[in-house]
């Protein structure tokens, strides 16, 4: 029996990943490490630290001080908030308020689990999504030590919500999420908005792939008639 969705946020409720993508790309660059866009959707769901830890090991053959990860997070944030100042704000993932609706609909509890640090997170989602998400339920970096791929984010979710794994549902866009999710025992539902072949997140154990939010609306709608008519 399902009780809650655990959301992820970057990809899944907004489409902000273009802008991190180039905001990762530029800021390294900057501090002598390089990154490709494509590295960043694989590295997607990482805390920043683990992202720049890697680069460093990879260019240096160590890990990053505190002082350049510092740095380092500071111009990619610097960055990434001019990509859409330029632009407008990053926007609403297209067909993510339809699915957030049947989950509501259904009165299932929502949850966000997400390795994002801005301390305007729940400002930002109440003025997108109004009354859909609650502070105490929600998971960011400050509540994590591992971060994804680790199944500690996902696991603080459960017990934030008060359910088992086998009450949850995940949604997640990257690779390193559904791993995550998959090793916390829950059931994970993959949204390919990225430019990453859907195999990616097949092999990181999703338990299904859709190519868009519209087609995710579409099979809740489906399973809901199954279920008045069973
Ligand atoms: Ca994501």
Not at 64 to 88: C, D, H, Q, V
Not at 157 to 178: M, R, W
């Amino acid at each position: 029996m399902t009780k809650a969705f655990l959301f992820d946020m970057d990809g899944v409720l907004f489409d902000s990943m273009p802008g991190h993508a180039f905001a990762w790309v530029k800021a390294v660059g900057r501090f002598g490490l390089s990154m490709t866009a494509e590295e960043v959707y694989m590295n997607e769901g990482r805390t920043g630290a683990g992202t720049i830890n890697a680069l460093a090991q990879r260019t240096w053959g160590r890990n990053a001080t505190e002082e350049e990860i510092r740095s380092i997070y500071a111009a990619k944030s610097a960055i990434f908030n001019e990509y859409f100042l330029a632009r407008g704000e990053a926007p609403v993932m297209p067909g993510v308020c339809d699915v957030l609706e049947r989950v509501r609909a259904r009165g299932l509890q929502r949850v966000i689990v997400t390795g994002s640090g801005q301390h305007s997170l729940l400002d930002n989602l109440n003025r997108h999504f109004p009354g859909m998400f609650r502070r105490e339920l929600m998971v960011t970096a400050f509540d994590v030590k591992r971060g994804k791929p680790d199944p500690e984010p996902y696991l603080i979710g459960l017990q934030k919500a008060g359910i088992s794994a086998d009450e949850a549902v995940v949604v997640e866009n990257a690779p390193l999420g559904v791993e995550a999710a998959h090793a916390a025992g829950i059931f994970t539902i993959a949204v390919n908005t990225g430019p990453l072949p859907d195999a990616t997140l097949w092999a990181a154990g999703a338990d299904r792939v859709y190519a868009d939010m519209h087609a995710l609306a579409k099979a809740l709608d489906n399973s809901l008639k199954k279920r008045n008519t069973a």
